[in-house]
């Protein structure tokens, strides 16, 4: 996320003259090489994102082969079969899209945006954050190489964040007692570009297509379920993973390690203070059944570049705390009803038996019949509802 608002800020020019950025990153990734197989940690990159990344000169970098698009989601719950009635299916041909994003490698995205801050004339600076000091004029950064200093300090640096802690800012957590287990699977059946998403009573399994053919998996289950798949043999865990996905794909087969993730929310109350700003994981973290943290996330990036840019070009000073409110303003609010309703989801449709659980279970079906609801959950899908940072706007 910091890479994204380097990269749009570095290409900002303001009354002609270029804004001075600085990078502070100490384990730049490599791109993946040509042929290699498909990292186990992807992302779904939204619409909106795809046209902020545009923005940023990061999307070419991306969308090359190993950008796999999916065209489709089939969402179901476990009380109905996978192929029946009661399955709820988005499809980008329904709003007249040719794909409702893509499924690609979070180390990409990485990478395109290092390269194209780069490309804009940043600088990037190899090292750890260690430290800061505010005072009127501006922040002074110490990191592990030397010491910078800066009229804005933006906290990316993911839930841990060393700056949100420098910056005296908090944050609130809460635990899901749930893990996310993430591997690469083949499977019996194609994917057709499609993302496959079950709730069961113990979590939430979703295939997501890649470009080699294969689906990434993300199953978020409670901790005890968990820890026994981790703990399976291959054999095992795909016996499982056939179970659980009531065959959907036909049988699978592991194609990588298994990554555990402990599921975590995580909300700052505060995203700013004078100078220091916080985007994506560092301002909050929430559950990955809809897929949205590094949207999200790329979304903050644009929407506090657009109001620095703006307050730069009204010569007013970036790092002020009037601007900087504006942007948790325009970004908690979003923030805080995408987690409510993904909490729901979670709740609701993954864990819940009570009446309240069914209605939701039926609500998938209820939502299929009517084309102006689906029309508008793939919108969202999309992310092209809500108040969108320009730079995440297609051009008509
Ligand atoms: C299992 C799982 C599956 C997920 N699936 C999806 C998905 O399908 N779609 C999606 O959108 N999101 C998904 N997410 C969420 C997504 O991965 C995160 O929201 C996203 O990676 C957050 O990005 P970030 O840049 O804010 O933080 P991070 O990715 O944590 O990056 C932080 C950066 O800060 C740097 N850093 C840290 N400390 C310092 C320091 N002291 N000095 C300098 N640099 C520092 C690190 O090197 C790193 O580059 C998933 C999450 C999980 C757990």
């Known amino acids: ?24 990153e100490p384990h730049a990734p490599q791109a993946p090489a040509a ?14 994102s795809e046209t902020l990344l545009r923005s940023a000169r990061a999307w070419p970098a991306i969308a090359g082969p190993r950008a796999s698009p999916y065209e489709r989601m089939r969402i179901w719950h476990e009380s109905v079969a996978a192929d029946g009635a009661g399955v709820l299916v988005f499809d980008a041909a329904d709003v007249g899209e040719p794909n409702l994003g893509f499924i690609v490698e979070n180390r990409l995205v990485q990478t395109a945006l290092i390269a194209a801050f780069i490309a804009a004339g940043g600088q990037l600076e190899p090292a750890q954050f260690s430290s800061l000091t505010i005072d009127a004029d501006g922040a002074s950064i110490a990191t592990s190489r030397g010491a910078l200093r800066a009229r804005l300090v933006v906290g990316a640096d993911g839930a841990q964040s060393a ?10 957590l809460s635990d899901y007692h749930q893990t996310a287990i993430v591997a690469t699977v083949a499977t019996a059946r194609p994917h057709e570009r499609t993302a496959w998403q079950r709730f069961t009573k113990t979590g939430t399994l979703a295939f997501l297509p890649l470009f080699d053919g294969t689906s990434s998996i993300v199953w978020s289950a409670d901790e005890a379920v ?16 056939d179970r659980a996905s009531d065959l959907a794909l036909g049988d699978t087969r592991l194609v990588s390690e298994r990554s555990a993730f402990a599921l975590r ?7 700013v203070a004078q100078r220091v700003a916080l985007v994506g994981d560092a301002a909050h973290v929430i ?36 601007v900087l409110r504006a942007y948790e303003r325009w970004r908690k609010s979003e923030i805080a009803l995408m987690a409510a309703s993904i909490d729901a989801f979670d709740r609701f449709l993954a864990h819940g038996s009570g009446p309240l659980s069914r209605l939701a279970q039926r609500g998938l079906s209820w939502m299929n019949r009517s084309e102006e609801l689906r029309r508008f959950f793939i ?17 008509s």
């Not at 996320?1 to 502070?24: D, F, K, S």
């Not at 700056?163 to 609130?172: N, P």
């Open 265 to 271: 929310r995580l909300t700052a109350p505060r995203y």
């Open 287 to 322: 559950h990955p059944l809809a897929g949205q943290g590094v949207n999200l996330g790329l979304l903050d990036a644009g929407a506090l570049a657009q109001l620095v840019v703006a307050a730069v070009a009204q010569r007013e000073d970036p790092g002020s705390l009037r």
């Open 379 to 395: 919108r969202r899908a999309l992310g092209v509802s809500g108040e969108l940072p320009e730079l995440a706007r297609r051009a």
């Open 1 to 24: 996320m910091g890479a994204c608002v380097a990269a749009l800020l570095a290409r900002a020019a303001v009354g002609g003259a270029a804004l001075r950025v600085a990078l502070i």
């Open 226 to 241: 968990a820890a026994a798949l981790s703990g399976a043999s291959a054999t095992d865990f795909a016996h499982e993973l």
């Open 35 to 48: 042929g290699a197989p498909p990292d186990t940690r992807v992302v779904a990159i939204s619409r909106a």
């Open 163 to 172: 700056v949100r802690a420098a910056a005296g800012l908090t944050a609130e």
